[in-house]
Nanobody, 116 residues
Framework: QVQLVESGGGLVQPGGSLRLSCVAS????????MNWFRQAPGKDRELVATITAFLARTNYADVMKGRVTISRDDAKNTVYLQMNNLNPEDTAVYYCSTTISRRPYWGQGTQVTVAS
């Protein structure tokens, strides 16, 4: 079955950096677009970044554009999100996701807390 397992979250001070990882299994990872979303308390889940299959084209939502980099390692079935210059408004649960046969799949999320 499809599994997505995020890691790398934690507590970081404002201005700090974190690198999130998402390990995928149960499907042919290299063939699918991967996404990172986030959900802050009391807010809707929102897209952060997307990376396509094959050419690894990236797209960033305005919410964190210029401060994040999405990448993938198809040999490791892993997608990454490098986040820099974090601020308290970036506090959220971060999820990786993919869509297979029009069905979305989500990981369990990893908590990122930005506080001094």
């Amino acid at each position: 079955q499809v599994q997505l397992v995020e890691s790398g979250g934690g507590l970081v001070q404002p201005g700090g950096s974190l690198r999130l990882s998402c390990v995928a299994s149960g499907f042919t990872f290299r063939d699918y677009t991967m996404n990172w979303f986030r959900q802050a308390p009391g807010k809707d889940r929102e897209l952060v970044a997307t990376i396509t299959a094959f050419l690894a084209r990236t797209n960033y939502a305005d919410v964190m554009k210029g401060r994040v980099t999405i990448s993938r390692d198809d040999a490791k079935n892993t997608v990454y999100l490098q986040m820099n210059n974090l601020n308290p408004e970036d506090t959220a649960v971060y999820y990786c996701s993919t869509t297979i046969s029009r069905r979305p799949y989500w990981g369990q999320g990893t908590q990122v807390t930005v506080a001094s």
